[in-house]
């Protein structure tokens, strides 16, 4: 059986909760490189005003 594994390279802000504010977090990367695998938003419990957004690229490894 193979097993995948993979090493991630995770980048992470905090932000207000605002319109354009993804844009404006995608837009280095986005002219840096190649497309992230895994993109998350999210607003922290209780506070209405700020976000995290979260960005990985992952690069895969078999071992058989």
């Not at 090493?7 to 002219?31: C, F, T």
Request: glycine fraction near 4%; charged fraction near 20%; proline fraction near 9%.
């Amino acid at each position: 059986m193979a097993v995948s594994v993979k090493a991630i390279k995770l980048w992470r802000s905090e932000v207000a909760n605002q319109p354009g504010a993804l844009a404006r977090i995608l837009a280095p990367p986005a002219q840096a490189g190649p497309d992230p695998q895994v993109l998350m938003s999210y607003r922290f419990p209780g506070s209405e005003t700020r976000t995290a957004k979260t960005i990985a690229h992952a690069r895969c490894t078999r071992f058989y």
